[in-house]
């Protein structure tokens, strides 16, 4: 049981460059989520799933797409990416467990465009 | 939308004594409140967590008290340690999955020995 993956953990861009953010769990959560987090801040929503083929727009979506096609995996691609998106990204799953429900992120994705 | 603002920004303690943090919330719908902790370079973890038909909650050394009228939530940590040093966050959601979280912009505490 691996919990919440991402790859890459480091990526540098060119502006208008695009790319895909990988995400994946194995723990069958239904529930899942990309958040970003700039330096000194707390994390903003971009995107969220509640089951496969079920995303809708967070807090800060411009810029970025998802698909849910399967439940495991929820990848965030960046269109044409600029220096204002660079920021570490946070996937994260969570699952209803004894009442609470309990969130796991993933390690992180540090993306730099320059 | 919902808007989370937390204090302090930075608290220093002395080991043994007591840190609180305080959260305010924006949205009346919002029934869920979690509180990360996250150390330099990792990633957010979940210590403890309070729903809206719940006044406090404690775990252990950690407790989280709602106050719903007033829309603020509090974390206590009693008995600090230097493993408590971390940045500490407040998000709260208005959806059961828990999974379209606010977050508040963070607390560094310091746990000085």
């Known amino acids: 049981n691996a919990g919440v993956t991402q790859t890459p953990k480091f990526q540098v861009l060119k502006t208008g460059q695009s790319m895909t953010l990988q995400c994946a769990q194995d723990?069958?959560?239904?529930?899942m989520s990309w958040y970003r987090q700039d330096p000194g801040m707390g994390l903003r929503l971009i995107h969220y799933?509640?089951?496969?083929?079920?995303?809708d727009q967070g807090e800060v979506p411009n810029g970025y797409n998802v698909s849910r096609s399967t439940t495991e995996d929820f990848p965030l691609r960046l269109l044409s990416a600029a220096p204002s998106q660079t920021s570490v990204y946070f996937c994260?799953?969570?699952?209803?467990?004894?009442?609470?429900?309990?969130?796991?992120f993933g390690p992180g994705t540090r993306l730099t465009v320059t | 939308g919902e808007n989370v603002e937390q204090h302090p920004s930075t608290l220093s303690v002395q080991e043994g004594d007591s840190a609180v943090i305080k959260c305010t919330y924006s949205?009346?719908?919002?029934?869920?409140f979690p509180w990360y902790k996250q150390e330099l370079g990792k990633r957010p973890q979940l210590i403890i967590d309070?729903?809206?038909?719940?006044g406090e909650k404690k775990d252990q050394r950690i407790a989280v008290t709602l106050n719903k009228t007033a829309k603020h939530f509090s974390l206590h940590i009693t008995e600090t340690q230097p493993e408590d040093s971390a940045v500490y966050f407040c998000a709260a959601s208005n959806n059961n999955a828990g999974n379209m979280l606010t977050f508040g912009g963070g607390t560094r505490l310091m746990v000085k020995p």
């Open positions: 949205d009346s719908a919002s029934n869920y």
């Open positions: 799933s509640v089951g496969a083929g079920i995303t």
């Open positions: 723990m069958n959560h239904e529930y």
């Open positions: 994260a799953s969570s699952i209803l467990a004894g009442g609470t429900y309990e969130q796991y």
């Open positions: 309070i729903r809206s038909n719940v």
